[in-house]
């Protein structure tokens, strides 16, 4: 089928695992008009598939494998694909998205994406290649971890594959393409149950483009904006996600011992600034990011220990410095370094302040294929289970010098690591303690701790990937990461939680990194915190939520906004009519589509909370606005986002999103 | 004697972790550790926010001995 748009290739394929029938998948004009591409294209194509609930491991379950319009043009920051599919961890709708080579060749093999039914009868890896696609054996992979595995496969082809923590079926088990994962959800555990060890794509064919001169234009203006701004030209490069650490903690949204507290009096051992001082070779990052804000480290030794580290947080005498940011040198073998959510959930959350062990952790967990996120989470959870007596199991927090051993046996499901497989929730079903399982949907919660940041305890509650910061709306950069709006009162954080959740929605349909988006905030008022512009906007953030409302019920906003060049980068690409209105729309036809599969898959009303930890015990004691006031916001959310008061979207929404026509069941 | 830590690219360009200074206020302390650091003038640690023993500060937030300043570079997300 071909397309009058630029930006796509034109075909998606359906494969059959069982019977090994490969077909097309017919996706309209029409379709990419309000669906783009991505987690969005999706969550439409699994509505169409998916009529009911299901086992996530039985055959009857689909991986959609979709790219961008942009991924694969030269856009900056735009090398994303996209996987979702029923989680076995959420059992609910969870979309990945991964920054690895993978999508652009698949794209070069003249391929969108990818439909994956049925279950194989042995283990295979699928090849795609421009003249078709091919099954092969892949018995001789199975037990590979996700480095050997690549390295096994055909060199200079983008490869998406599992290790054996998706053999294993470990309900996080993700996938791993280059060095960079689509972590989340467990959508590696769905590859292994369908014996489907990898997918290889390669090809030679050019994504084409609507307006050739334009694209390029617009690309060069969008690279240098990106490198003149303070975050995606400064921040980011030179301390990649973990620069966050800090500021987290001096805000006390840093999670710490399973979610207990918002500070970690080691933080520096393991902030952004020791790793880029200690450990950084060089940047790393996504298959053709300029900002490059992933880490290159060499792989410590065992023993090399936090010792150095912390000891230079120490000093006194005036005025004078301490700490002499002495790198370890590049010895050992160059991985790529923890990002910040990898970091906070193996260090402060486990009150471990070791960055040389979490560096060795991380590489460890990749290739086992599994993320690091649940891991951690799912730990921290075991390790405050056995501190209340709840479930005897020799964890505890701060003792992690077996952990190693823990995430080995985690990924082939021995001794207790077969129950730690199956993530906080089924455990807290087996043992107790539910209301200290940090997790929404049976997803573990990242990095922030929303007592902190309120508005991000709404997101993380309503979010349909469940416990994920970036499907949440990620308000923690209004409410103190990057703006500083009042983090605790919950005025105007459920309109603007919709807009950044559509927003986001959108901006990862078109194939483009989230981080591109921080462009938006203005430097004259990243720069300058202390100054008036800043003060005041912060001062009237909280008062923002009836015209955000308003804007939200008009869907209109016929402008490009400066800072997102995406909207103009997506006219120049695919020939579209786009606008800041029109991607916030697709953004919200994204969000609701998803929300309907879960409807279907049985998600309510009750699935949108928070463990009670978050919602009943102040973070600091004596002070009630520091737990989430999730109630409010929540009816809040629900009438803007105009569901019922069950949390369904209303007939006339699905109608005026065009989504009822478009999914005639519904 | 108050003790300023910096954090983000503040310290990179530093090199330095942490500077002890005499000041009566923040901005007193931003002026000292600007000198401390060899730095013209205190502009660009103007750039931070500050947090004094843990509490969000302005630059006129007084400052009285044993105080610890965090000095933070704008950031965003991760």
Redesign the interface.
Known sequence: MTTRFGGYMGRMLKIDLTTREVSEYPISDEQRELYLGGKVLAARILADLITGPLDPFGPENVIVVTTGPLTGTGAPMASRFNVSSISPLTGLLASSNCGGSFGLHLKKAGCDGLVITGRADAPVWVEIAEDGVRFHDASDLWGMTTGETQAALPPRTGKLVIGPAGENRVRYAGLVSDDRMAARAGIGAVFGAKNLKALVAHGRKVVPVARQEQVRSRIKGWAQELRAH??TG???P???????L??MH?R?MLATRNFSRG?FERF?AV?G?TL??AHLIRNGGCTGCPVHCGREVSLPEEGAGAGAAEA??A?????????S?QKAGPKGRRVKGP???TIVLLGPNLENADLPAIIRWNHLLDELGMDSISTGGTIAFAMELNEKGLWENGLRFGEVQDLPRLFEDIAHRRGIGDLLAEGSRRLAERFGGMGFAMQVKGLELP?YEPRAAVGQGLGYAVSNRGGCHLNAG?L??LEG??L?MDPQTPRAKAALTMLMQDLMEAISAAGNC??SS?DV?PAAL?????GLLARAVNRLLPWVGGPVALILWLRWMPIHLPGLPLTHALEAVTGMKMDLGRLKLIGERGYNLERLVNTRLGVTAADDDLPERLKSVEQVPGDPRTRVPLAPMKRQYYRLRGWTPDGVPTPALLRRLRIQREVGAW | ?V?V?L???L??D?????????AATVAEALE??A???GLPGAGPL??????VN?E?A??RTPLKAGDVL?L???????
């Open positions: 303070p975050i400064n921040q980011l030179r301390l990649g996600t973990a620069g966050l800090a500021g001096a006390r500070q520096d902030s600034e880029a001082e230079e947080c000093g006194a005498g005036a005025p004078r410095a301490t700490g940011g990002e910040l959510e990095a990620y923690a950069v990461l990057g500083e989230l981080f921080y905030f990243l720069n300058r915190p202390n | 004697m003790t830590r954090f983000g690219t310290r990179l530093a090199g330095r972790r942490q500077v002890e200074v005499d000292k550790t000198a401390a650091l103007l750039q931070a926010a500050v947090f843990g969000r302005g630059l965090y933070l570079s704008p950031a965003a997300g991760g």
